[in-house]
C-alpha cells in the first residue's frame, strides 16, 4: 500500500439538488470543512470523479490529486445522463468498489458521494484523511472493512495491467 500522507486533498463537489439534502453526504463534509461546494465551472481545477470515465484512478495519479484536489458531482447516479454537460478537469473513474452505506451496502460500484471520494483518498495514499472523512458516518467502518484488501491491492496497482490481475485475483467483473 501506498505510505500515508500529511496534507490534505482538497475535496469540492458539484451539487446537483436531486437528492434529499439532509441525506447529502458532501453537505456533511462541508459542516465540518471537509469539502467545498463549488460551481461546475471550478471543476476544470480538480481530478474528477466519475463512474463513466475513460481511465481508472491509480495511484500514479496522487500528484495530480495532490496539485489539483478531488471533485465529485453530488447527485443521482439514476439520472447520470444529465451529467454529461459535466465534462471538465482530469476524469478518472474508481476500480470497482464495494458500498458500505446502508442504502446499497454489499453492492458494487453503488457508492455514496463521500465513499468515492474516500475511496479515491485510500488508492492516492492519503488514508489519514480518508479515514477522518468516512469516520464521520456511523457505517463508514463498514466500507472500509469491506474494501481493505482491495484498497491495498489497487494501491500497489502501476499500471492497467496490474489493475486487471487484481480482478481476476478478487474474481471481480470490471464491468460490473
Known amino acids: 500500500m501506498v505510505?500515508?500522507?500529511?496534507?490534505d486533498v482538497r475535496i469540492?463537489?458539484?451539487?446537483?439538488?436531486?437528492?434529499?439534502?439532509?441525506?447529502s453526504t458532501m453537505k456533511k463534509l462541508q459542516k465540518f470543512k471537509m469539502a467545498e461546494q463549488i460551481n461546475r465551472d471550478r471543476m476544470g481545477g480538480y481530478v474528477v470523479l466519475?463512474?463513466?470515465a475513460d481511465r481508472?484512478?491509480?495511484?500514479?495519479?496522487?500528484?495530480?490529486?495532490?496539485r489539483k484536489g478531488i471533485c465529485i458531482i453530488e447527485g443521482s447516479w439514476n439520472l447520470g445522463d444529465l451529467l454529461g454537460s459535466y465534462r471538465k478537469g482530469i476524469e478518472r473513474k474508481l476500480p470497482v468498489l464495494m458500498a458500505g452505506n446502508p442504502v446499497n451496502f454489499g453492492k458494487f460500484n453503488k457508492l455514496s458521494s463521500v465513499e468515492a471520494v474516500v475511496?479515491?483518498?485510500f488508492i492516492t495514499g492519503h488514508i489519514d484523511q480518508a479515514k477522518g472523512m468516512i469516520g464521520k458516518f456511523t457505517w463508514g467502518h463498514t466500507f472500509i472493512e469491506l474494501n481493505?484488501?482491495?484498497f491495498k491491492?489497487?494501491?500497489?496497482c502501476q499500471t492497467m495491467e496490474d489493475l486487471e490481475n487484481v480482478y481476476l485475483e478478487f474474481d471481480i467483473d470490471p464491468n460490473i
Do not use: F, N
Open 3 to 7: 505510505s500515508a500522507i500529511k496534507k
Open 12 to 23: 469540492g463537489y458539484v451539487y446537483l439538488h436531486q437528492d434529499d439534502p439532509a441525506k
Open 50 to 52: 466519475r463512474y463513466d
Open 56 to 66: 481508472t484512478l491509480l495511484p500514479d495519479d496522487r500528484s495530480a490529486v495532490e
Open 119 to 121: 475511496g479515491a483518498l
Open 148 to 150: 481493505m484488501e482491495l
Open 153 to 156: 491491492s489497487y494501491s500497489a
